[in-house]
């Protein structure tokens, strides 16, 4: 189910609140509540996989209680640790890796030595299979205690605000809230805000950089004998779906955020303002800080992370969080790319100390825009050689012209969220937003006071005019 | 602080407000609707079967939310707002003009396209030995020169090239045909009036032009003279009624009328005594038979009437049915007239009521319904006509328009 949808919004929302908080007297009844609707969520998109899903959460629960009993037998302990992290990638790499690995195993050897596999990606995989390692390393470490109950499990894992798209929750920052968090008016009214912005940063914003995005994206991929994409069109093109991916993922985090805040959860910021990064190090710490913690708290740290005896081990510890980071979002080569062109900004930053550097901060601001949006052309391209077209087209080196009309047409029907959008991205919604949290009650402050609520009213209602037209609608995060 | 935090609790309470209270009325109105779907889908004993009931019941509750038809004029409204010519992902591209014209960014050749031209051939070849002639008639697209203009580089889907192409592939397979954008380009109509704004189809007027194109064309093609003194094909002798923003096409109706305003209808019907019996089949199957005048039997005016709604019926319809799976049209007045077969899409509608007086007998099929399908080849094995016309426009000359006589 999507949160941008009807069913969702004019049925599974109400009815799951009005019964959550007609469950107020027992936090366990709530729970239960929000479990059985969590699955009805993911099923309502994906029935097929609940089943596999629900026994990997049974899997997970048996696995850490193991752990946890044999915490004095070290051996017991890691070995049950291996086996259950081993049957959680396994479970994603199954279905999410093994075609792409026959592809290339039978690419590499000019002949079909295993029959081509198509697996349907279960929503989400990626996610959930976070998650489940997050809390059996957790219990590993002893830093949670291993919860006998499935059902408290499953709700970590299942919780349907982050179920498929995030933001990926820790296991031990999320426990305690689980079963003693406090619902209250002030959380409440947060989580209709927030839910109301990201909805629509999702349905005005993210939906309408799509359609700029994958028009321009699929003119550069159908090739010069149909369409010779100019130079200003592939920009514009590539500048739409850096707008697009901030949008949309941060727009599905905003709604997640607020419907915990619903349901008295507090999740932790996935972006912040990341485009007004000055180095590519920054903009990760602002980029989908969730995953970027995860793979910190469970890779790069446990591998050393920087406090590494050589710089040799520093840099082979970066390669493998990178390279992981880019196999997690996609099976496919331009994903694998993708990390690797971060890992090599990262690098050069941390030699250079770039990220620590003050002034020009005009031009490491445009530096960074680049690495990001250049990154992101790898990201939307459909294999390595639409990339590296697509690349040729922004130069202009492909034989095509650099002026479009047709750029200049997008530009003019979309001008409207162009430049809201990118005011969004930038410095100047940071101060604005700024300005509205001071204690000092300025003019500005006031009149923003009394028209808030029924500018965010508006905004409500325009979403539910464009999601009553069923307009054009994907979900960049929900294949990863 | 505090202020921010009561002006969220203000927001809350409208979120709520309007959340609950759009919802409760919302499942009160969907809701016979849902349970009689998910009674009509069965049991579900499969993951299958599950997936297939819940996209039933995803499309029921966005087809069928609480005032859409308001909603959708408000995200029309929206797209006027901001001065949009592109409309929902391209689906649209609205012109200079107001003309609505679907959208193609680059052109996409058929290979196919010689196929089909050797598919009417062989239609011409089956009926050959039967005395039956053959003719490929091709209305024009909203694409002929002068109808949409675009300031923007907002590529419309010009059909011509496809319509050349597939004319010429006719030649080559030694089929007649009549391109009727050249007597509808040099007609009287301006060409603003050729084609509806918020349609695809052709106006009664551009269709009556057409019709009078096909008699002049069976007299120079066939040397039959249907209408010896010009009398049928003289405007003059039909009644003309304009009805002023009536009409709202496919397109606005995807639309909103916010976004695409409405079409002025008119309807023409002979001032000369007729008398006809129609029978038609519906998508669905239903049976209809009239029997009377060209306006008692071959016109549906409640198209017309205020009491319609426009959102669900348009007045392009008025003439015999709109387009069904099959239909045929007996003329008692002319029984020695000659014998159609139309094989044809919905530009056919008015073309088909102005050919009724001329002969004794039009039967119309349409090889693009949904249900309901005729046999085209059978239905020719078991009838006998003078002449089989095909009319498709040019957005359906494809393996969809032209399904019949494929290559064994």
Redesign the interface.
Known sequence: MLFA???F???F??IVL?VYYLLKFSRQMQNIWLFIVSIIFY??GE??FVLTLLGSIILNTLFSIIIEKYRSNTKISKIALVIICTLNIGLLAAFKYIGFIVTNINAAFGSTVFNEVKIALPIGISFFTFHALSYVIDVYRGTVVAEKNPLNVGLYIFFFPQLVAGPVLQYHGIVDQLKNRKSS??K???G??RF?FGLGKKLLFANSFA?VAD?IFD?SA?GQA??NVPVLLAWVGSIAYTLQIYFDFSGYSDMAIGLGLMFGFEIDENFDHPYVSLSVTEFWRRWHISMTNWFREYVYFPLGGSRVSNTDKMVKNMLIVWLLTGIWHGAAWTFIVWGLWNFLFLLLERFTNLHKRKGNSALRHIYTLLVVNFGWVLFRSTNLYNAGKYFLNMFGLNNNGFY???A??FL??YG?FFVVGIIFCSEISRGLAKL??E?K?TIF??VY??V??FM??SL???C???L?????STFIYFNF | ?K??????????V???A???S???K??MQEYPILSQTLQGLGSIDS?ES??ST?KH??KN??DE?L??KQ??E??GY?QVL?????F???AYVKDDNGFFNYAS????SDPLIEEYAKRIARLKESVEKKGTKVMFISPPSKSIAEVSKNS????IQDHNPLQNEFLYDLYRNGVDYLDLRKPLLQSNIPKQDLFYKTDHHWTSQAAFVSFVAIVEKMKNLYGVDLDTNGFYSNLDNYSQRTYKNNLLGSQGRDTGINYSGLDDFTLIWPKFPTNFTYDSTDNYGNKVHREGSFDQSLLTPQALSHESDIYEVSSYDTFTDGVRAWNKIVNTNNPKGPKILMIRDSFSNPLEAFLSPLCSEVDAIWPLAKSGNVDVEKYLQDNEFDYVFVILYPGNIDGNGINFFKKN
């Open positions: 949808s009807n069913i919004l004019f049925y929302l109400p009005l099923a309502w029935p097929a008016w002030s409440f009214t947060q209709c805000c109301t359609i028009r003119l159908i149909s369409y479009s009309d047709l200049i047409t003019k029907e409207v509205m949290e204690k009650q402050s006031k006071g009394m808030y609520p965010l009213a409500f209602i325009v539910i005019l464009y009553a037209r069923g307009s054009y | 602080m202020s921010y935090l009561n002006r969220q609790s203000i927001y809350a409208i979120f709520i309007v959340l609950f759009f919802s409760i919302n499942i993951a599950l997936k819940i019941v995803d509750i966005n939310l005032w859409k909603f959708m408000g995200y929206l901001m001065g949009k010519n592109e929902n992902n391209f960014l680059y052109s996409k923007e580089e907002l590529e």
